[in-house]
């Protein structure tokens, strides 16, 4: 019977003699064929006798814990090893070949359908007996470990798991190394003696040097999850791969090496010289890369800090575009922080996303979704199908997301200055979360999360109190950034928005020791090329460069672009003038690094500042990238800029 606790349940096989008798009889039905001899009759077979005096243990580890407590035995039988069965036939149900093995092993669906099959055999080669466990660990095994812990209790899976404890010696590198493998899959504890044997084995024939690369690859990834980072045997496994001719690689084993120099260089180790031969390699192999593969050297090109392979991150992130809809959640994820990490920035990608997202959203782990929005959000890539899907999911989900989840969804439509059509639900389902799991959120995550909706126009009037009270403050200033310039202009800015837009608001203030005297981000600076284009227009326009002043600070922390003064009749006026001044025009100069990507969309933080200037009594007056870079000469310019700041003269006077 199965004894389940939160932290391990124990299977305890029966210890009667007739379930004893029954394992020997399976043992001895289902002996199968080493790939180290040739068949012979078994009459020229040698006899081996076991003896077990002690219980054999095989230890289920991770995430679930499971014990399989075998009763002691005495096995006096015949253990047939013999040669290759791929080209024996099937006859009387004794043989089988390899080929037709696998074609119906791998039509099963399930661990039951599986021991039953292996059941009407008598002889199999071991190389059919390990791909039968690893097809066990594929049916049986997902993220939350072990589906049905009772298949342990098999007495198929006993007396396969029997043989290949006592007899690794004689099996095959595919059969000893497909074994390790699935048993790994299956979590089985490395202290067993199952487990214990078939590693002995292993690294004996590593150190022989009888390991093909392929072999090489799948110890590699047993000891990687067995044993991690800290396996000393890795190393030499590395060695051994240099050994072989990198050019002839297959891409599994250009994979494992990638993941095992990801770990030595974790260590401490270098492997530079390896890195740019393999990175080379690895170049010409793209094309034929699966979705997991291509995810794997991609999060290990980001871990190794390969910035340099620049050809080779450029045409996997291009080859990942076919794969978009094949990619797992955590490959996927692997993908986009390498796309971010890299600097890469794809429109046949998001393309690709926008196919696949919206289709998918109802399936995809909040992780994932979270991802996408962090990469359109650091990309300024505002993508209406994805976000619009995003809010969707966001309403009919949000209790289930972590407050993390909930600010990765939310701050991008704040951040690219969008509301989807769905937004009057989107932010009534925020409100309702916020006041639900306020306490739950990190200081610095519920300020960027109600920052952005500022920025949107979603005042978060009741929950301000909170945001300027000491205690928040004193734990903004406790948790890392701390309250740097970035913290302190979202504190300044959302105190500023709830005095110009929400005067009713009558809550505590923020003092000035937490506010600061400029608002600095990175779109906050003017085009460099664009502002000259435009100052040059503005002088052929206003004649005299007093007329206008650029960069102007403001008592309420923005900073304009150009300033132009007017009096009360119109007459643009000195820009040091200070009396009889009318009206004050500020002109903002939007290059591309105010828009989102590809867009004419204004970016939040720029949008907000040109609300807050009309409100502080300016008129604003845009000049985007978009209008100005088809104007050929000053004299355009200044045309231009004419009918955008004068649009009811004909002409000036000073």
Known sequence: MALISRKSFQLYSTSTPASRSALMTLSKRLNFISGQRKPQSSSSVAMRMLCVKDKCQYTFCRKKHVQLQMQSLSVNEAVHLCGDTRNCTKSNNVWMDEQLFFKKLNNLGTSKEIFCFLSSLEVMSDTMASGALQ????????????????????????????????????????????ALQALTKLRIDPQSTLMTSLLSESEQRLGRGQLTAENLCALGESLLELEGPSCATLEQIVNRMQERDIRSWSPREIVMVYQILQVTVREGKQCQSLLNKLNSVTLCAVSRLSPNFVSVIL?????????????????????????????????????????????????????????????????????????????????????????????????????????????????????????????????????????????????????????????????????????????????????????????????????????????????????????VKAFHTPQSSPDVHLFKRVKTGLLYLLKKRIYFASEVSTPFFYVVDIEIKLDEEGFVLPA??????????????????????????????????????????????????????SLQNTRKIADYLHKKIFPCTNGLSN
């Open 299 to 515: 999060n290990s090109l980001v871990v190794l800090h390969q910035t340099r392979a620049v050809l080779l991150v450029t045409a996997l992130c291009k080859h990942s575009v076919q794969h978009v809809p094949y990619f797992t959640d955590h490959e996927l994820i692997n993908v986009l922080e390498a796309f971010l990490y890299f600097g890469q920035k794809m429109q046949i990608f998001t393309e690709a996303l926008e196919r696949h997202v919206p289709n998918s959203i109802h399936t995809l782990h909040p992780q994932t979704v979270s991802k996408v929005m962090q990469y359109c959000c650091k990309k300024l890539i505002l993508s209406k199908p994805i976000f619009d899907a995003v809010a969707e999911s966001f309403i009919s989900s949000a209790d289930r997301l972590t407050t993390d989840q909930i600010a990765a969804y939310i701050i991008p439509f704040g951040t690219l200055n969008y509301l989807p059509p769905s937004a009057s639900s989107l932010f009534r389902k925020l409100e309702t979360v916020l006041h639900t799991r306020l306490r739950q959120f990190q200081p610095h995550t519920l300020l960027n999360l109600l920052h952005s909706c500022v920025l949107i126009q979603r005042y978060p009037i009741n929950f301000l109190p909170k945001i300027f009270s000491p205690y928040f403050l004193q734990k903004l200033q406790a948790q890392p950034p701390g309250l740097n310039r970035v913290v302190t202009s979202q504190l300044t800015q959302l105190f500023l928005t709830v005095t110009l837009e929400c005067p009713f608001y009558e809550g505590p203030k923020l003092l000035s020791k937490y506010q």
């Open 576 to 629: 040091a003038q200070l009396e009889e001044v009318h009206r004050r025009i500020a002109l903002c100069v939007d290059g591309q690094n105010r828009f989102c990507a590809h867009s004419h969309n204004l970016l939040g933080e720029e949008a907000i500042k040109q609300r807050h200037l009309q409100l502080l009594g300016y008129e604003v007056v845009q000049i985007p990238f978009f209008e100005v870079e």
């Open 135 to 178: 097809k066990i660990s594929e049916v049986e095994v997902d993220d939350n470990g072990l589906k049905n812990p009772g298949l342990l209790e098999n007495e198929v899976f006993r007396a396969l798991c029997f043989q290949f404890e006592f007899e690794s010696s004689k099996l095959s590198n595919t059969g000893l190394l497909n």
